[in-house]
């Protein structure tokens, strides 16, 4: 079965510091990956997505993801933290059968002056 | 370029009625996702329209309902109400499965 696993319910940074949000896969096929962040009563929003190509992928407000096959993980990471990335972070698969997306449950990101 | 647009921004029922919520998706996007959320935490799947017709259903009950309009905007219907109800309901669109979703600013909906 499709699966997208995020095994860290929290993570806790101090500003300043790399960090690191966790997301592993099951899917079969080419997997199409993406990563969302959810600030506050607010909707998603698109971060970035690896679909072919180079395995580190850049995205929105510094962030960037390695696509490592044989380890099936999809990590985001920022080098330098900063107190307004702290938000809620969602990981996701698309379902090589409809196309839908499969979502992580999340990790809630505190970066900590 | 208008992105998703949710209305209404809040919603305040009383246990037992009925509450309509309604999506925009962005302007040739034929899909439309709709997800609950509560409490801040993960993304419960509960619909998908694409093209005018029902293409897939989360494990909700049948009061959870929904319709796709031929401009592509959406409905979603909660009837009978209940306590547990209470939750921020977000709406996304997508022109295909492979660039991801664009997410509204969601619909907070409170039951009383």
């Known amino acids: 079965a499709q699966s997208v696993a995020q095994p860290e319910d929290q993570v806790n940074v101090a500003e300043g510091n790399p960090l690191t949000v966790k997301c592993t896969y099951s899917?079969?096929?080419?997997?199409?990956l993406f990563w969302y962040v959810q600030y506050p009563n607010r909707g998603l929003q698109f971060l970035l997505k690896?679909?072919?190509?180079d395995n580190l992928v850049k995205g929105s407000y510094g962030f960037e993801a390695e696509f490592n096959k044989s380890q099936t993980s999809f990590h985001l990471k920022k080098p330098s933290a900063l107190v307004s990335d702290s938000a809620l972070y969602f990981c996701?698969?698309?379902?090589?059968?409809?196309?839908?997306?499969?979502w992580g449950a999340g990790t809630k990101l505190i970066i900590k002056p | 370029e208008a992105g998703v647009t949710q209305s209404p921004t809040h919603l305040i029922k009383t246990r037992g009625q009925q509450a309509t919520l309604r999506c925009s998706p962005i302007?040739?996007?034929?899909?439309v996702y709709w997800y609950q959320q509560a409490l801040g935490l993960g993304l419960q799947f509960l619909l998908w329209?694409?093209?005018?017709?029902?293409?897939n259903r989360g494990n909700f009950p049948p009061r959870f309902s929904g319709r796709q309009f031929p401009n592509y905007s959406s409905e979603l219907n909660v009837n009978a109400l209940e306590l547990e109800d209470s939750a921020l309901y977000l709406c996304?669109?997508?022109?295909?499965?492979?660039?991801?979703?664009?997410f509204g600013s969601g619909t907070r909906l409170t039951v009383v």
């Open positions: 996304a669109s997508s022109p295909d499965g492979n660039y991801g979703y664009t």
């Open positions: 302007s040739g996007h034929t899909s």
């Open positions: 329209y694409d093209e005018g017709e029902e293409r």
């Open positions: 899917v079969s096929g080419n997997p199409y």
């Open positions: 690896y679909i072919t190509g």
């Open positions: 996701a698969v698309r379902d090589v059968s409809n196309y839908q997306l499969i």
